[in-house]
C-alpha cells in the first residue's frame, strides 16, 4: 500500500511539471525578407542596424522605446551589443523575439575579451585574425536563460560559467536551427523523445585545451558544434534507447548520426560533421553535431559495456 501510495505521488507531481513539450512561436516572420525558421525565435543583427520584420498577422509591435502596429515593422537597434527583446501581440496571445547584438569579434586583441579569459583562437602559433570568430554574445544574468528556439535557450550552449558577469560566447544559430530539425527528425521514428540535451557547446580555446582536446581549430570554439544526446520525459541525464534494440549505447548515437545526414543530403539543415561516442565512466553515449559547412566523420570506439542501461 505504502508503494502505491508513493506512485500516486510521483504521477502527480509529474503531472504538475513543466510541460515537456512547449509550444512553438505562435506568428512567423520574415527578417529582412528572409523568413525565420520554424521553431526559431531568434535572430542576429549589427550594432545601429535596421531591422525589418514582417508578418502574416496584423501585430502590435516593441523594442526598447519603438512600438508600431501592423503586418511590418521597422526599427533601429542602438549602436551597442547586446541581447534585445521585441514582441508582437495580437490580442492576447504574446510572442517574444532575441534579438543577438555580438560583440564585434575584433574587439578581442589578447587572450581576455573584457577581461574574459578566452585562449588563443587557432592555436599559440597561430597569426593572422582570421581564426577569430565575427562576434561574441555578452552573456548577463538576465539574459543568460533567453530562449533562441522552442527548444534551447543561450544558457544550453554555453559550456562552463566562469568567475563574474558578463560572460562571453561564441554561437551560430544555424546549429539551434539544426537540433531543432533533428528532434523533429528523431521524434517521427521514436515519438517518445522530448528534448535534446547539450552535453558540452561553446568552450574557450583555454577550456578546450584544459580538457585534453587535441585540436586547436575545433568547432566547439567557434560555437558550431554540440555534443547531444535525445531524452524522453521525464529527463534522466542520459540517451534514450532510440533505435529500440533494447540496449543504450553508441548506436544510439550512430542512429542520430544517419538522420543528421538525411537532413543534410535533404538539404534541410546545414552540412557538417557528425560522429557518435561510446560510454566512458563520466556518461553515457553522446553524438557530436556540427555546422562546419563540410560533411567531416571520424572513426569512433564502437564496444558495448558489459551492462548496459535498458
Known amino acids: 500500500m505504502a508503494f502505491s501510495v508513493a506512485s500516486f505521488i510521483w504521477l502527480l507531481l509529474m503531472g504538475a511539471a513543466e510541460d515537456p513539450l512547449p509550444a512553438p512561436p505562435a506568428f512567423s516572420i520574415l527578417v529582412n525578407g528572409s523568413p525565420l525558421s520554424p521553431h526559431m525565435a531568434a535572430f542576429t543583427a549589427v550594432p545601429g542596424g535596421q531591422v525589418l520584420v514582417s508578418c502574416g498577422d496584423s501585430l502590435s509591435w516593441s523594442i526598447l522605446d519603438t512600438c508600431g502596429r501592423g503586418r511590418e515593422f521597422c526599427f533601429t537597434l542602438p549602436r551597442s551589443h547586446g541581447v534585445f527583446t521585441l514582441t508582437g501581440r495580437a490580442g492576447d496571445v504574446v510572442q517574444e523575439w532575441a534579438v ?172 557538417g560533421g557528425a560522429s557518435a561516442y561510446r560510454w566512458t565512466e563520466s556518461h553515457g553515449p553522446y553524438t557530436h553535431v556540427d555546422t562546419r559547412g563540410t560533411a567531416a566523420r571520424w572513426q569512433t570506439r564502437r564496444n558495448l559495456v558489459e551492462n548496459p542501461v535498458i
Open 100 to 271: 543577438l547584438v555580438p560583440v564585434d569579434g575584433s574587439r578581442m586583441r589578447t587572450a581576455t575579451l573584457n577581461s574574459y579569459p578566452m585562449g588563443i583562437f587557432g592555436g599559440a602559433d597561430a597569426v593572422g585574425r582570421e581564426f577569430i570568430p565575427d562576434g561574441f554574445l555578452e552573456l548577463r544574468q538576465t539574459t543568460y536563460n533567453t530562449r533562441l528556439s522552442t527548444h534551447f535557450r543561450v544558457g544550453d550552449f554555453l559550456c562552463t560559467l566562469r568567475g563574474d558577469w558578463p560572460q562571453y560566447m561564441a554561437l551560430d544559430l544555424n546549429l539551434v536551427r539544426k537540433l531543432e530539425a533533428l528532434l523533429e527528425e528523431v521524434r517521427s521514428y521514436y515519438p517518445d523523445a522530448r528534448s535534446i540535451h547539450v552535453m558540452s557547446g561553446f568552450r574557450t580555446p583555454a577550456y578546450n585545451s584544459a580538457i585534453g582536446n587535441e585540436t586547436d581549430m575545433s568547432m566547439h570554439i567557434y560555437g558550431k558544434a554540440a555534443d547531444i544526446w535525445v531524452e524522453g520525459w521525464p529527463p534522466n541525464n542520459l540517451m534514450d534507447d532510440i533505435d529500440r534494440n533494447k540496449r543504450i549505447d553508441v548506436y544510439d548515437g550512430e542512429f542520430l548520426v544517419s538522420l543528421i545526414r538525411g537532413l543534410e543530403i535533404r538539404g534541410e539543415v546545414p552540412v
